[in-house]
């Protein structure tokens, strides 16, 4: 079983409101992962957790803040979106965050900010 | 940094061979994926490559050359549910964790 789990599958804001992106995965891995994808463009690292810890930040704006509860989930609060944030938003998990591992996307939650 | 390369577009017949290319420029190679991309999903794992050579899986086999900076993607019997988009992306030991930078992607159409 390779499945890493998203919703909503899709989600309109406005830039006022608060929401949240939830991942969920239980193949027992331990790394998971945010991405952000724009249309016709390859997927853009945001977040890597590792053990439940933020490992990577790619300089992302504070208006993402992600939480990992425990090992199999991880969201994604969103507050304050602009247009220009309207994406597909990937998760992704791997066995871990150290060497030869490969990461396993979810369906993503295909975001629109007006 | 990294700096992948791969075509843009692509278009090939059913039952036919085609072959994506791409170029990457690291300081500290650590691995490249293959991922295909249906539009509007998410991309799945195709293939893994670290040593040089070729990696076969059925229809879809990939290749490197770390000295050359340059893996191909190869699908034969092409089927019109290939119509995808294929990403390559690396893994540099520069970068902290599992870090993936991903190219651009390459379109392929099948036509019948």
């Known amino acids: 079983d390779t499945e890493v789990t998203q919703t909503p599958k899709h989600l309109v804001m406005g830039m006022t409101n608060k929401k949240s992106l939830k991942c969920e995965q239980h193949m027992g891995h331990r790394a998971m992962y945010w991405y952000k994808q724009k249309a016709k463009k390859p997927p853009e690292l945001m977040f890597v957790y590792s053990y439940e810890k933020l490992s990577i930040n790619e300089s992302v704006p504070s208006r993402f803040s992600p939480e990992c509860p425990n090992s199999s989930l991880l969201n994604l609060h969103l507050h304050a979106l602009q247009p220009e944030d309207s994406a597909l938003y990937l998760c992704a998990s791997s066995q871990d965050s150290g060497d030869q591992e490969t990461q396993y996307f979810g369906p993503g939650t295909r975001l629109l900010v007006l | 940094g990294q700096n992948i390369d791969q075509p843009t577009e692509m278009t090939a017949t059913e039952g036919a061979i085609v072959q994506i290319n791409c170029t990457y420029q690291t300081s500290g190679f650590n691995g490249l994926f293959w991922y295909q991309q249906h539009a509007g999903e998410a991309p799945t794992f195709l293939s893994y490559?670290?040593?040089?050579g070729l990696e076969e899986k059925g229809r879809f086999s990939s290749f490197l050359s770390r000295s050359k900076g340059y893996s191909y993607l190869l699908l034969k019997e092409l089927q019109m549910k290939d119509s995808a988009s294929y990403l390559c992306a690396v893994r540099d030991l520069d970068n902290a964790g599992n870090m993936l930078t991903f190219g651009g992607g390459t379109r392929l159409m099948v036509k019948p």
């Open positions: 490559n670290v040593l040089d």
